[in-house]
């Protein structure tokens, strides 16, 4: 009798050990989709700051098509124009610098932000 | 048989249809330049509000600041008369050789460096919070006149930020000589030309006047003579000169990752001529093109012909966009030509990456 009960008890801890380490993988799992979800806006968003000349795009927020549980907002900053760049003629060249804030989400409230800065050469207007 | 004026006049139009715009209405041969430059004016109702004005330089010494907008005479500056600020050292004529800096980053310029027909860079720190009779500070930052007068700057002087690592930064300051004599001389005056870099140790610093009275300017003996593929500078000299003989810089320069690309002309002729006679056409002559690097060791650059450009005596090194490069790279030309090994990427470069989730 004793046996069985000890038995039981050893059942009902590894279903619960089993459980957890479910839920943990799972937990891990939905953030690593909520990551890739993130570098997806991320991609987004350099490719259309790569196109020469354009400005920072508006925010955006979409889901991917692979789960419907996952998506991803984007937000592209433009945080300077210097007009000193380095190693560049001033009032000829400037450094133009965007910061890229990527949110992916995805099931359980898994979420993850991501946040990118990047900056390209352009040609100065004069006043 | 065709008429001499007819020919010039046909020169005129070939020379409009390859450069774009007119020796007349070029700076080089107006009466007068104007650099547009943004300053916050004190007294309005939104000083955040930034005002176009005009530095305007001329033949006649001193300089001005006009509103863009109403022409409203701002501010005067020179050595004699009445001027809104008085600079003793003031006697000559400032032409085309300006440029303008913000260098905190607030949208207004603040720094303003000009070359005078004596061959003199002054620098100049700028700020328009309280009475035109104290907007500008300033002094001769650099003494390259010779002693025999007919050199001085036309060229605007090309700013570049350089910071090496390990080492404070500095400001390149780099512009050329040309023969700046105003009088009609039966003969050309033959003046020694030199293209300079020099060193701005203080890039970013706003200087008082009286900094600037004790300021000792630079001279030639300063500089180092660059003169082959190696280095000419050490890093605490005040910079470095070419020699060019009689070729002449009329353009400013372009600097692209740290070198400086220039043009020279090869002309005798004073470029100030046409500005105090009658206007004539433009004029076009050999051009040829030199590189420096920032420590003073001097590029070949290869050109797409063997012989100089004929072009406009002014023609710069510009930027253009290479339409056959979508990732919209910009090529370094003169006079239409492009140079091998000169371009500025507009390509995304990361420059930081980090996650901010807590979870």
Known sequence: MAIALLMGLLAVTALQDAGLARTLATTRLLHQRAFSAGEIGLARATAMLAVPGAAAPGPARFNLPAHVTDGVDTTVLETAAIALPTGYSASRVIERHFEVRSTGWSARGARVVQVEGLYRHELALQP | MIPVRAVLVLLHICAIALAGKTWAADAQCSTQFRLPILLRLPGSAATS??????????????????????????????????????????????????????????????????????????????????????????????????????????????????????????????????????AMAAQPIHVL??????????????????????????????????????????????????????????????????????????????????????????????????????????????????????????????LVRDESDPSGTFVCQVAGHTLPGCSVESTLHRSFWRREDAD
């Open chain 2, 49 to 182: 509000t930034l005002t176009t004005a005009l530095l305007i330089g001329d033949l006649t010494p001193g300089l001005r600041i006009v509103d863009a907008t109403n022409g409203r005479l701002l501010w005067t500056a020179s050595a004699s008369g009445t001027p809104t600020q008085r600079f003793a050292d003031m006697q000559a004529g400032f032409s085309t050789s300006l440029a303008a800096l913000d260098t905190d980053g607030d949208g207004a310029h603040d720094r303003i460096y000009a070359g005078d027909l004596l061959g003199r860079l002054w620098r100049f720190d700028m700020d328009n919070h309280g009475a035109p009779s104290s907007w500008l500070a300033g002094a001769i930052f650099a003494d390259l006149s010779q002693a025999t007068p007919g050199r001085g700057f036309i060229a605007a002087p090309d700013l570049t930020l350089i910071a090496p690592a390990g080492t404070k930064p500095w400001l390149s300051i780099a512009l050329g000589t040309a023969n700046t004599s105003t």
């Open chain 2, 193 to 318: 030309n030199r293209f300079y870099v020099l060193k701005d140790r203080a890039p970013l610093e706003r200087w008082t006047q009286r900094q600037y009275d004790s300021w000792r300017p630079l001279v030639e003996s300063d500089l180092m003579l660059a003169e082959g593929t190696r280095p000419a500078t050490v890093q605490d000299n005040a910079g470095f000169y070419i020699n060019l003989g009689a070729q002449q810089v009329a353009a400013a320069s372009l600097t692209v990752d740290g070198n400086t690309y220039y043009t020279t002309v090869a002309t005798n002729a004073s470029l100030l001529h046409s500005c105090v006679g009658p206007p004539t056409p433009i004029l076009l002559a050999p051009v040829n093109v030199g590189s420096v690097s920032a420590d003073g060791a001097l590029n070949a650059v290869t050109l797409d012909t063997s012989a100089p450009y004929i072009a406009p005596a002014d023609s710069a090194v510009t």
